[in-house]
């Protein structure tokens, strides 16, 4: 089953404004990692943040981990047009390194 | 590096036809999986190797077998295809089996199967 599902399911936004998706998860994790897919593509990885970290900053990403709450945000700010796409995260449950996604947020940036 | 490589990128099958997937990797990857992307779904594991020799079945292996004869390959066998099996197929690759390592995809193969 699934471990990480995103919210919400889908985004429209104007060019140049911030995009924030949310992923929770159900059990204890060692990292969250966000995946990007373009219409048609494979996934890229966009960043990793560890069980221990609570923020990580990567260009216009930011990523906050919650495990009180077991859930992370990704913000994507002053969004462009090129960042439409599917975003995924994928979590890893403690005693395994399989990678589980969930079936991700589609944002779509109008011009 | 040419990454990730799978193929074909389209297939159509009918029911009962067996094919197979093709994925080779190029980076001396020591993890590779498949999964399949379906709508609403997410994407969904089917078949991991953590090294030449070695798979073990992942959430939806049923219908599904692989083999890992070289680091570099990872083929998807679709034994007696159905219906059901209509997806897209993505195949990753990571360094290592650590999950601080991120994962490196294919552009997928999508399937269909009458």
């Known amino acids: 089953s699934q471990q990480g599902e995103e919210d919400p399911q889908a985004l429209s936004i104007q060019e140049g404004e911030n995009a924030t998706m949310n992923c929770s998860y159900k059990?204890?994790?060692?990292?969250l990692q966000w995946y990007r897919q373009n219409s048609g593509r494979g996934l890229v990885h966009l960043i990793l943040?560890?069980?221990?970290?609570r923020e990580k900053h990567s260009g216009r990403l930011r990523v906050t981990l919650d495990t009180s709450k077991k859930s992370s945000s990704l913000l994507i700010t002053a969004s462009r047009a090129a960042d439409t796409a599917s975003y995924f995260c994928?979590?890893?449950?403690?005693?395994?390194?399989?990678?589980?996604f969930g079936a991700g947020t589609t944002v779509t940036v109008r011009a | 590096n040419a990454g990730v490589t799978q193929t074909p990128k389209f297939q159509v099958l009918k029911t009962g036809q067996s094919m197979t997937l093709q994925c080779a990797q190029d980076?001396?990857?020591?993890?590779m999986s498949w999964y399949r992307q379906d709508p609403g779904m997410g994407l969904r594991l089917i078949h991991y190797?953590?090294?030449?020799?070695?798979?073990d079945q992942g959430e939806v292996p049923n219908g599904y077998n692989v083999s890992r004869s070289t680091t570099e390959d990872f083929p998807l066998r679709l034994l007696s295809a159905a219906p059901s099996q209509t997806s897209v197929y993505f195949c990753?690759?990571?360094?290592?089996?650590?999950?601080?390592?991120?994962?490196?995809f294919g552009s997928g193969t999508q399937l269909s199967v009458l």
């Open positions: 990753a690759s990571s360094y290592s089996t650590d999950t601080n390592e991120k994962l490196f």
């Open positions: 059990t204890s994790i060692n990292n």
């Open positions: 943040i560890r069980s221990n970290e």
């Open positions: 994928a979590t890893d449950e403690t005693s395994d390194y399989k990678l589980s």
């Open positions: 980076m001396n990857h020591e993890y």
């Open positions: 190797s953590v090294g030449a020799g070695i798979t």
